[in-house]
């Protein structure tokens, strides 16, 4: 049995990310290098999205129940789209509610689409920050615009890159506001 078949067998046919049985294919979720074939099973609306990067938001709701997969492959899968669907909040939540272990977030994080000409966001120790990383503040900080502070302690859970090297987007109290990244240690 080829590996595209053992696939489609595991899944019964139907895509592992919404369970669609439209035309449903093996989809290699790269970044792996050992032997094993990491592959999900995907349906031909999931697979389209997916290659042109593209989302219509309204059909990934379906990764809220994908992140629960027993495959990680598929978990890995549904964290490299939801970290492309940032610029939603609820995307933003998935995010947070997931466990991944630690190599199979590099391994989600290694496949996520470059973010090359452009500056590397640096925290306050100079580590490159990537989008989807958990940062805490190491001072307490006045949030421009309202009376909010954000502690120092505070934890930033899978923040998003902005076109400024310098300033991060992150969820503080429930807000999504904009903090300076020279003031953020990665965690
Ligand atoms: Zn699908």
């Known amino acids: 049995m080829s590996?595209?078949?053992q696939v489609l067998k595991r899944a019964k046919n139907s895509?592992?990310?919404?369970k669609s049985?439209?035309?449903?294919?093996?989809?290699?979720?790269?970044?792996?290098l050992e032997d094993t074939i990491?592959?999900?099973c995907v349906c031909s609306t999931c697979l389209t999205q997916i290659e042109s990067g593209e989302f219509d938001e309204h059909h990934w709701r379906c990764l809220n129940d994908s992140m629960w997969h027993p495959e990680v492959v598929v978990q890995v899968l549904t964290?490299?789209?939801l970290c492309q669907l940032k610029d939603y909040d609820w995307a933003i939540e998935m995010l947070e509610m997931m466990y991944l272990d630690e190599d199979n977030i590099e391994w989600a994080?290694?496949?996520?689409?470059?973010?090359?000409n452009r500056?590397?966001?640096r925290d306050s120790n100079g580590t490159q920050l990537f989008a989807g990383d958990n940062v805490s503040v190491?001072?307490?900080?006045?949030?421009?615009?309202s009376s909010m502070v954000a502690k120092q302690g505070t934890a930033v859970r899978g923040i998003s890159l902005t076109d400024n090297p310098e300033h991060i987007e992150g969820r503080v109290n429930g807000t999504r506001i904009v903090l300076l990244s020279c003031y953020l240690k990665k965690m």
């Open 138 to 145: 190491i001072k307490d900080l006045k949030v421009k615009g």
């Open 15 to 18: 895509c592992e990310l919404c």
């Open 3 to 5: 590996y595209q078949e």
């Open 38 to 40: 990491y592959a999900a």
């Open 79 to 81: 964290y490299r789209l």
């Open 119 to 121: 500056e590397p966001t």
């Open 21 to 32: 049985t439209e035309k449903v294919s093996s989809y290699l979720v790269s970044g792996k």
């Open 109 to 116: 994080k290694s496949g996520l689409p470059d973010e090359d």
